[in-house]
Nanobody, 125 residues
Framework: QQKLVESGGGLVQPGGSLNLSCAAS????????IHWVRQAPGKEREGVSC????????SYADSVKGRFTISKDRAKNTVYLTMNTLKPDDTGVYYC??????????????????WGQGTQVTVSS
């Protein structure tokens, strides 16, 4: 059973917006820092954003600061990534990943315990 399931990807024009969701099953997101990681065609995976276990700490890659917002809904056990002012360079598969960490987030993708299957985001006119 997939523990993390992403949704909300799609095709959008430059300047548009998308809202990605990462829904957890068999996991309590309050026990994990949750990351959004993307992989563009022909490139390695890169961290985009993270929200800590408590939700008190968030971080963003420089390339998305001011445009993307990460948030958590505890009642729905879901983490969201709201993406505004999208650019063609934002195109890629977006994954959510769970890191068992008591405080903050780390940038070590190898340390993340669980991954979703990914959702495709394409920004193109």
């Amino acid at each position: 059973q997939q523990k993390l399931v992403e949704s909300g990807g799609g095709l959008v024009q430059p300047g548009g917006s998308l809202n990605l969701s990462c829904a957890a099953s068999s996991l309590h997101l309050d026990s994990f820092a949750i990351h959004w990681v993307r992989q563009a065609p022909g490139k390695e995976r890169e961290g985009v954003s993270c929200i800590s276990r408590t939700g008190g700490v968030t971080s963003y890659a420089d390339s998305v600061k001011g445009r993307f917002t990460i948030s958590k809904d505890r009642a729905k056990n879901t983490v969201y990534l709201t993406m505004n002012t999208l650019k063609p360079d934002d195109t890629g598969v977006y994954y959510c990943a769970a890191e068992l960490k008591n405080y903050g987030c780390t940038n070590d993708l190898g340390a993340y315990e669980y991954w979703g299957q990914g959702t495709q985001v394409t920004v193109s006119s």
